[in-house]
C-alpha cells in the first residue's frame, strides 16, 4: 500500500480540515456530477429465491462465489463519463475489494487495495473523483458477512470501524465518504426482497448507530454522506442527524405520479428535499434511470425521471446548499444488458447537463 496505519492515522488528522472543503482540486469549487457504479453487488441478502441458496448459506467469499464485473466494460463506462465531464463516481464497494481487516468478506477475484489505489489514480487522471461507499443498512448488509447478523454490538462496532479505515486508506483520505444507511424497513426486507432474516434498528438506536459512523469519518478526515429516506417516516430526522452529513435525498418516481410534491406515494419524498434546504443540510438528490414497479407495469420508461428531479430540486433547495445531483442506474456492470443501462443512465444524466 505504500503508507501504514500510523502515517495514515496522521495524515488523516492534517487532512481533516482540508476534507471540509467543496472543492475537488484547486480553484473554484465544481458542482458535483456524480453516477453510483458496483463494484460489489452483495448489498440483498437472505433472499429466499426458489431453487436458490441464500446469501447467508453462500457467503460473501464461498468458493466459487465472483465479481459481477467485467472491467472492459466498466472502463467504456468511465470513458464515457470523462467525456461528458461527469466528475464523480460513488463506488459501492461490498465484497468486490479485499479490505485488509476483513479479507474474509471479498469474493475469490475481489480487487486488491493496490488494484484500487490504482483505479482512483487512474479515474483521478480522467478528471474524475472517486467516493467509497460501503452500506451500512440492515437492508443492504450483505457483504458484511457474519457481521450483518450482529447489528449494534461491539464486535459490530469494531468492524465498521475496521472497514471504514481500510477504504480511507484505499482511496486516500476521500472528501466524502458514502454510508448508505436506506431502506431500514421490515417491507424492504420481507415483504419486496422476501429475507428470510431482517433487522430493523428502531427509535434512538438507529440515530445511535448512524452518529457512531458519522464520527468515525469525521476522525478519519472524510465527510459522511447518506441516502435521506429515513426521514420520510421520522421526522425528527432533520434535528437528530448531525448537519455535517450530506445528504442524498432520492426519488424515482416509481408509481408515474409525474413529480407532484401532492400525490399520494410520491409526494411526501418530493417534499422532504425542501424539508432538508429548510434545516439547512447539504443535498446531492439522486435521481436514475431504473424503471420502477409501476412504470414497468405501464409499460413506461424512465429516461425523464432525472431531468424533472433537477427541475423540481433546483426549485425547493437553495443554490448555495445544492452540492450537485447523483445518477444511479442501478445496474451490475457486468454484461451487455446492463451495460448499456448504466450507459444510458450516464447519457441521460450528461445531456440533461450539457
Not at 461491539?154 to 472528501?175: L, M, N, Q, S, T
Not at 440515530?207 to 425528527?236: A, F, M, Q
Request: charged share 25%; proline share 5%; glycine share 8%.
Amino acid at each position: 500500500m505504500g503508507i501504514n496505519r500510523r502515517d495514515f492515522s496522521k495524515l488523516a488528522l492534517g487532512a481533516a480540515c482540508a476534507s471540509a472543503l467543496p472543492a475537488f482540486g484547486a480553484g473554484k469549487p465544481d458542482q458535483m456530477k456524480a453516477v453510483l457504479l458496483h463494484l460489489g453487488r452483495n448489498m440483498w441478502c437472505d433472499w429466499a429465491r426458489p431453487g436458490e441458496p441464500t446469501a447467508l448459506k453462500a457467503g460473501a467469499g464461498a468458493p466459487g462465489t465472483k465479481l459481477q464485473l467485467d472491467e472492459a466494460l466498466w472502463r467504456r463506462l468511465t470513458a464515457r463519463m470523462a467525456e461528458l465531464k461527469l466528475n464523480t463516481l460513488v463506488i459501492d464497494l461490498g465484497e468486490g475489494v479485499r479490505l485488509p481487516s476483513h479479507p474474509e468478506l471479498a469474493v475469490s477475484d475481489a480487487w486488491s487495495p493496490d488494484k484500487m489505489c490504482d483505479e482512483v489514480r487512474r479515474l483521478k487522471a480522467l478528471g474524475i473523483e472517486a467516493i467509497p461507499k460501503l452500506n451500512f443498512s440492515a437492508a443492504h448488509n450483505g457483504w458484511m458477512g457474519e457481521y450483518r447478523r450482529m447489528m449494534s454490538t461491539k464486535p459490530y462496532y469494531d468492524f465498521c470501524d475496521a472497514v471504514i479505515g481500510d477504504a480511507c486508506e484505499i482511496f486516500g483520505v476521500p472528501r466524502y465518504f458514502h454510508l448508505g444507511c436506506d431502506e431500514e424497513t421490515y417491507v424492504a426486507q420481507a415483504d419486496w426482497n422476501h429475507c428470510e432474516y431482517t433487522c430493523v434498528r428502531g427509535g434512538e438506536l438507529w440515530y445511535n448507530d448512524l452518529i457512531r459512523l458519522v464520527k468515525r469519518c469525521e476522525k478519519l478526515g472524510t465527510r459522511p454522506w447518506i441516502w435521506s429516506d429515513y426521514g420520510w417516516d421520522h421526522p425528527d430526522f432533520v434535528r437528530k442527524c448531525p448537519k455535517c452529513v450530506l445528504q442524498s435525498n432520492w426519488h424515482y418516481d416509481d408509481d408515474y405520479e409525474k413529480f407532484d410534491d401532492t400525490a399520494p406515494w410520491g409526494g411526501n419524498r418530493l417534499r422532504f428535499f425542501g424539508a432538508l434546504d429548510r434545516a439547512g443540510f447539504d443535498q446531492v438528490p439522486c435521481g436514475t434511470n431504473w424503471i420502477g414497479f409501476k412504470r414497468r407495469e405501464l409499460k413506461v420508461g424512465a429516461d425523464e425521471v432525472m431531468s424533472e428531479l433537477m427541475k423540481y430540486c433546483r426549485r425547493v433547495i437553495s443554490p448555495d446548499r445544492l452540492m450537485g445531483f447523483l445518477m444511479a442506474p442501478w445496474a451490475a456492470c457486468a454484461n451487455e444488458e446492463n451495460f448499456r443501462k448504466n450507459l444510458r443512465g450516464i447519457d441521460i444524466f450528461g445531456q440533461e447537463l450539457a
